[in-house]
């Protein structure tokens, strides 16, 4: 039921002037004045405050600021902890937008999010609370041991969470499907939680954390893998967990320099490195795992075999196609512009597959002015957008020579059907394709 709007409450508002916050940004980097030095924690939403109070009146020794842009809502928050008698809590009656205005780096120490508007059109994806951008932005204001808690009975709006938790390269620490049936389970209930719990609803909770330090997560801005929240061993630890200990690291190195020399050919101007695979199909797998995020599309040509819509189910993408032919029976560089600028206007990541023999089959052939047009369109892109182009073209001489050392965020992958090998920008790029290739090789 829709909360009534209530008469006089600019009046009512008065008599708690001194828990009211009214200009949140003008706090920025001073809220621990207020807190009189207590760790701070946040709720944004926090709806007619049996949660926060509850949580106040339990934890005295944190300070809580309570978030709500409905007005008529908040009052009855405020009630509720004025009736508890309790200091330690503030209100911001606005709805919050960009965190980081309000709140400095690291001034966080948790943040709650409870029964957030699942808002269930599609186009409202990035206004929901747990859209990927937003998650990366609560974990800059939170301390490095900070974390994000959050709860819902919309099961579509929590496994959608999920994979946006790790497409944002986070970790979940805590994951429950069923949280009343966890007798064990530290739990406030909301006055929602109670409602819907109480006809059957199950509710859903997850705590997010950090998956690397905040030191870790500057140096990770030029990486160009999508980790999606997977701690990756070395190689060697990879080695002794398949069983493969026992192979050197010259032999390691004299088969990788073998499988470059099959895929790449001679000489390159790149840094590369290359790791065995299993058909076409486990190329593009290990690419998807490696170089999208979980939601992400994958841009095809129209005329593409199945196997790459395939794998881009198993591993929970999906498939935009660019139409391949253009109306003069030459390759369509128009409608692949257009479809690359479509998908990066929503993915930080964007992985692209080409394979000219299935071109050739469709009775065209990539010429070098194609692979140019190719080329163009990928170094007209937004430099802070990441893209793999994973080409089956080994052998091709006009191709490789296009794609050795693209700008820095573009990272051509090259195979020939039993290996893969990146040409990288960087030694690092380089030994990150071969870190997350082996790993999705080993154990994807």
């Excluded at 106040?56 to 809580?64: I, V, Y």
Aim: charged fraction near 30%; aromatic fraction near 10%; proline fraction near 2%.
């Amino acid at each position: 039921m829709r909360q009534r709007k209530i008469k006089n409450l600019e009046s009512k508002y008065e008599n708690y002037a001194d828990m009211i916050v009214y200009e949140p940004a003008s706090m920025r980097g001073r809220w621990s004045e207020l807190a009189g030095g207590r760790p701070i924690y946040l709720e944004i939403g926090c709806g007619k405050g049996k949660f926060i109070s509850e949580l106040a009146a339990r934890e005295p020794e944190h300070f809580f600021v309570a978030v709500e842009g409905n007005r008529s809502v908040m009052l009855r928050a405020l009630e509720k902890v004025r009736g508890k008698n309790l200091t330690n809590v503030a209100f911001a009656p606005e709805f919050v937008d960009v965190l980081t205005d309000w709140f400095a780096d690291g001034e966080v120490a948790g943040i709650y999010l409870n029964f957030s508007d699942p808002l269930p059109k599609n186009y409202w994806y990035k206004r929901r609370l747990t859209y990927r951008e937003r998650l990366k932005t609560y974990f800059r204001v939170l301390a490095d041991d900070g974390i994000v808690t959050f709860k819902t009975d919309n099961t579509g709006l929590f496994e959608w969470s999920v994979q946006e938790i790790q497409a944002a390269d986070l970790r979940i620490l805590d994951i429950t499907r069923d949280l009343h049936a966890d007798e064990d389970a530290d739990n406030i209930e909301t006055e929602y939680e109670a409602k819907f719990s109480g006809i059957g609803e199950t509710i859903k909770r997850v705590v997010i954390g950090r998956r690397v330090s905040r030191a870790e997560e500057e140096e990770m801005i030029t990486s160009l893998a999508a980790y999606n929240g997977r701690d990756i061993p070395d190689i060697k630890e990879m080695l002794k967990a398949s069983g493969k200990a026992d192979v050197s690291q010259a032999d390691m190195k004299r088969e990788e320099e073998a499988l470059a020399v099959s895929v790449l050919g001679g000489e390159v101007k790149s840094y590369t490195a290359a790791v065995s695979v299993n058909g076409a199909a486990g190329a593009a797998s290990n690419a998807i795992a490696n170089y999208s995020c979980p939601g992400d599309r994958i841009l095809l040509a129209d005329r593409h075999a199945k196997m790459y819509d395939f794998a881009a189910i198993q591993n929970g993408r999906s498939v935009e196609t660019f139409e391949l032919i253009g109306e003069d029976g030459t390759f369509n560089a128009e409608d692949f512009a257009y479809k690359v600028r479509k998908l990066l206007k929503n993915q930080e990541h964007l992985l692209i597959i080409l394979n000219p023999q299935e071109i050739k089959d469709a009775g065209l052939s990539l010429t070098a002015d194609d692979w140019y047009e190719v080329k163009a369109v990928l170094n007209d892109t937004d430099e802070n957008k990441k893209i793999a182009l994973l080409a089956e073209c080994a052998g091709d001489k006009n191709a490789l020579a296009v794609l050795d050392k693209l700008r820095a965020n573009i990272l051509p992958i090259v195979s020939d059907g039993s290996a893969i090998a990146c040409l990288a920008y960087t030694p690092e790029t380089a030994e990150e394709f071969r870190k997350v290739s082996t790993f999705a090789a080993l154990f994807g």
